[in-house]
């Protein structure tokens, strides 16, 4: 007589869950790394992009090249947003320990993002100020940095940024604000355009508040003391 070929035992329903769960991990892990390979060469989408555009809202964005973006916003922008932007590794240490002991101290942290990080928000994670957020920032930034050029990080930077609703990366906000291209804004336009970026709903560079005007000054001031802060970006590149 044959033996009776022993049913295999149906795997545990915990162990089924486990194995999916590790694969929807290794997925989620691994998307965003294929996904920066990608957008070495291809011009990205930002998270808030896709989400206006699934919903029926509008986006204008013109992707445009770092070399036809003025110097001078280029130099705004990382004054006032990372000035340790070529010495940084996408995460400022110093900053993030300033403001991790602000909030031990029981005050309201702020800042500490660089553009890196900032990046890494729009491409990957959501808006809005919560502590899940910010720890995702942080090896997404490492990530970006060690993938991308510091060149290629501020050019998608500068593209993806909200410069209003439905306003995406300097050119169409240039277009928008002050009805010329990215690569012929003034030193007092950049200013304007840079310190909107914390805030770019409530600031609109073309009709600035006073305090709007008054961190433009300051950022205009600093943008001609700081130094090669593009020293990252050979010169044949901006």
């Known amino acids: 007589m044959k033996k009776a070929r022993l049913k295999e035992k ?25 996904l920066t390979l990608l957008y070495s060469v291809v011009p990205p989408y930002s998270s808030l992009m896709l989400y206006r555009s699934v919903t029926g809202q509008p986006v204008w964005r013109e992707w445009v090249p770092l070399e036809q973006i003025t110097v001078n916003l280029q130099r ?35 800042g500490a993002s660089t553009i ?27 990530m970006l940095d060690a993938i991308l050029s510091k060149r290629r990080i501020l050019e998608i930077y500068l593209n993806v940024a909200e410069w209003g609703p439905g306003i995406f990366g300097v050119e169409a906000a240039s277009q928008t604000f002050f009805g010329k291209s990215a690569a012929k804004l003034s030193l007092s336009q950049a200013a304007l355009l840079a310190t909107a970026l914390p805030n770019p709903v409530a600031r609109n560079p073309a009709k600035p508040s006073s305090g709007h005007r008054r961190l433009a000054s300051i950022n ?9 802060v593009l020293s990252c970006i050979s010169a044949t590149e901006r």
Do not use: H
Request: proline content about 5%.
């Open 10 to 34: 149906p795997e545990p329903l915990k162990r089924r869950i486990r194995r999916w769960l590790l694969g929807a991990l290794g997925v989620i892990v691994a998307l965003p790394v294929v």
């Open 220 to 228: 205009r001031s600093r943008a001609q003391v700081a130094g090669d």
């Open 76 to 110: 705004s922008v990382v004054v006032s947003e990372d000035a340790k932007f070529c010495q940084n590794f996408g995460v400022d240490w110093s900053a993030v320990q300033g403001q991790v002991e602000k909030l031990m101290a029981g005050k309201r942290p702020r």
């Open 116 to 142: 890196t990080m900032q990046l890494a928000k729009n491409l990957f994670l959501w808006n809005g100020r919560d502590y899940v957020r910010k720890a995702l920032e942080v090896p997404l930034a490492f």
